[in-house]
């Protein structure tokens, strides 16, 4: 199994409060995603990054902000959480054999009430 | 937007069936594709890339039509562990190192 951790792996919070959610690494992979998984919308990219301090938006990004300071981690923001951004959040990664196939971690379950 | 559709199900068979799944992709650019196995509350796992015309690991094969832009997920043999969601993805083109995935499709084996 690829060397993906991500922290929390669960977490309740109310409404209005900011969330991050950590994405750790230890294959040295240069692209880096963080998805959402929700009942009848299957996967959506919300943001990915292509390098240290490279990001981009995905399909799904408003209410979220990501950074990456270090090749190994990747961390997703919540600024001001609301019941609609309850879902399961995986990160993924991929590059470092230069083929696009990605690798899931674990998923960290995210409730907002 | 770039879709993916896969048949949600659920399929529900015998131990030992043969069962297909299809995928139609409409990103006429998109080169690699995957199928993921997830299971309950579980994160997706890689089980097959396809890259060219198609793919065959033991009781499995994936194939690629890319005139009719389709990819078909065969599995033979039908095991009660090889009951969960299968979602197929396509890249967004050449180099683009993002994916888009289908909704699932879900699988049950019956004893």
Redesign the interface.
């Known amino acids: 199994d690829a060397g993906i951790t991500q922290s929390p792996r669960h977490k309740v919070t109310e409404t209005g409060t900011p969330v991050t959610l950590r994405c750790h690494q230890t294959e040295n992979h240069r692209y880096m995603y963080w998805y959402r998984q929700d009942p009848g919308h299957g996967l959506r990219l919300i943001h990915y990054s292509y390098g240290v301090k490279d990001t981009d938006k995905g399909e799904v990004s408003d209410g979220y902000s990501v950074s990456r300071s270090k090749t190994e981690d990747f961390l997703l923001t919540l600024e001001s959480a609301t019941s609609s951004q309850t879902s399961v959040y995986f990160c993924a990664i991929s590059g470092a054999d230069s083929t696009d196939t990605q690798y899931f971690g674990p998923g960290t379950r995210l409730t907002v009430l | ?1 770039k879709e993916v559709e896969q048949d949600p199900g659920p399929f529900n068979v015998p131990e030992g069936a043969t069962v297909a799944f299809n995928c139609t992709y409409s990103n006429s650019a998109s080169q ?1 594709f ?1 199928w993921y196995r997830q299971d309950c509350r ?5 089980l097959m ?1 396809v890259y060219s015309s198609g793919n065959e690991d033991g009781r499995f094969t994936a194939q690629l039509n890319r005139a009719s832009q389709y990819i078909s997920l065969l599995i033979r043999d039908s095991k009660l562990s090889d009951s969960a969601t299968y ?1 197929c ?1 396509g ?1 967004s083109g050449a180099g ?4 888009t ?4 499709t879900k699988l049950s084996v019956i004893p």
Request: charged fraction near 30%.
């Open positions: 937007r690699s995957f579980k994160e997706p796992k890689l890339s979602l993805a890249d683009s190192y993002q994916l995935f289908g909704k699932g």
